[in-house]
């Protein structure tokens, strides 16, 4: 698989550029965070099904993606999953082959990004960390950015069916140095800092393009 964009990438990440522009008024700071090559996983909170396109569409990577197996049931839809680089995963169980997919894909030199969480946020808070996320860091040995959202739970809750416009703010931070630590170590230093990354960018506080 490749790790730069593809020409159909390219075309995507134009028209929702435009769109979550128009829509969202998207904002995102601190892209020059993100490595220009190499693997990189990139850990953030997840408010909406808005996330995964919002945290892509200004980067000059392509993402990749792990999505709820249920997805992959359409055949229609799995191609356009295949496009941007997603791949099944059984959330609500321990799912071996994802996890080494996953840290296949770091080790070839992707963008990969995951939500600890493991599921959208039911209020717009931070939830607690799963720790599934801590064997593929502790595995992979790859660079480790955090990324917050802001606004994405306003615009889409997943209570909701149909999402409204309302701004949306994104903030990737420096990448986190967790060498040698152990996986109850990793959690709490990106829980940590996840949530002040949040409160700050919450409270209007951004740093850098």
């Given at each position: 698989m490749r790790t730069e964009r593809r020409f159909l990438w390219k075309c995507l990440q134009v028209v929702a550029r435009v769109l979550t522009t128009l829509l969202f008024d998207l904002k995102v700071y601190g892209r020059r965070h993100v490595p220009a090559r190499g693997g990189v996983l990139i850990v953030s909170n997840h408010q909406s099904a808005l996330d995964p396109v919002v945290l892509a569409v200004r980067l000059s990577r392509p993402m990749n993606y792990l999505a709820k197996s249920e997805l992959f049931q359409y055949r229609c839809f799995t191609r356009l999953l295949r496009v941007v680089n997603a791949f099944p995963v059984r959330q609500g169980a321990g799912d071996v082959r994802a996890v080494k997919e996953t840290i296949q894909r770091l080790q070839e030199g992707h963008l990969?990004?995951?939500?600890?969480?493991?599921?959208?946020?039911?209020?717009?808070?931070?939830?607690?960390?799963?720790?599934?996320?801590?064997?593929?860091?502790?595995?992979?040995?790859?660079?480790?950015?955090?990324?917050?959202?802001?606004?994405?739970?306003?615009?889409?809750?997943?209570?909701?069916?149909?999402?409204?416009?309302?701004?949306?703010?994104?903030?990737?931070?420096?990448?986190?140095?967790?060498?040698?630590?152990?996986?109850?170590?990793?959690?709490?230093?990106?829980?940590?800092?996840l949530r002040e990354m949040h409160e700050s960018l919450r409270a209007g506080s951004c740093s850098g393009a």
């Open positions: 990969m990004n995951v939500y600890p969480e493991g599921a959208r946020t039911l209020d717009g808070e931070i939830g607690p960390m799963q720790k599934g996320v801590a064997l593929i860091i502790e595995r992979a040995r790859v660079a480790v950015v955090p990324a917050v959202i802001v606004g994405a739970f306003e615009a889409w809750p997943i209570q909701r069916r149909v999402f409204t416009c309302r701004p949306i703010r994104i903030q990737y931070g420096p990448p986190m140095d967790l060498t040698g630590l152990e996986r109850d170590e990793i959690m709490i230093v990106i829980d940590r800092k």
